[in-house]
Each structure stands twice: as structure tokens, then as C-alpha cells.
């Protein structure tokens, strides 16, 4: 699986991830009703993502591939992720 940091950081924008920026990351939180529930990072710049990266930042954000596959093509919103993320028990 190829994932850009471009697309992170279009990821992290679809779904409103509240982002600190550090020196070398990008550090961001997923914030539903007020409180962070877990945490996604990625690195800076624009070429794609080395080695296993992308795969810890699927896993990061508690998706399978095909759930990825969707967020990143544009067919899975923040509701319906939020929706997920409650029927997998994680909210």
C-alpha cells in the first residue's frame, strides 16, 4: 500500500483531526464529543511514506484495508468513520 503525505494530511482534514505540528511530524488527535480518543502521526513534506508507514498509519486510525481504501477514495465521511469507530467499540 502506497500512501503519499499528501493524502495523510487529506485524510487528517476529512476527518477534522486536531493537529500539533512538531519539528519533524505532524501530531494529531481524534477528537469526538470533546475528548481525544486516540492519536494518528505522520511526517512532513510530500513524497510517499517509506516502508511500513502507511500500514501503522491505517492501523492508527483502526481501520482494515478496505475500510482505508474507502476513506481514502473519498466514500467514507467523519460521521460514518465516527459510526465505525462505535460499532467496532472504540467510542
Known amino acids: 500500500m502506497q500512501l503519499t503525505i499528501t493524502e495523510a494530511m487529506r485524510i487528517f482534514?476529512?476527518?477534522e483531526i486536531e493537529t500539533v505540528k512538531c519539528k519533524h511530524h505532524v501530531r494529531g488527535f481524534m477528537v469526538v464529543d470533546g475528548v481525544r480518543v486516540f492519536a494518528v502521526h505522520c511526517s512532513r513534506g510530500k513524497k510517499a511514506?517509506?516502508?511500513k508507514v502507511p500500514q501503522k498509519?491505517?492501523?492508527s486510525l483502526?481501520?482494515?484495508t478496505s475500510e482505508f481504501?474507502?476513506?481514502r477514495g473519498c466514500s467514507l465521511s467523519r460521521n460514518a468513520f465516527v459510526?465505525?469507530?462505535r460499532q467496532k467499540g472504540l467510542l
Open 49 to 51: 511514506l517509506p516502508g
Open 13 to 15: 482534514g476529512k476527518l
Open 57 to 59: 498509519f491505517r492501523k
Open 69 to 71: 481504501e474507502q476513506l
Open 62 to 64: 483502526h481501520l482494515s
Open 83 to 85: 459510526e465505525l469507530l
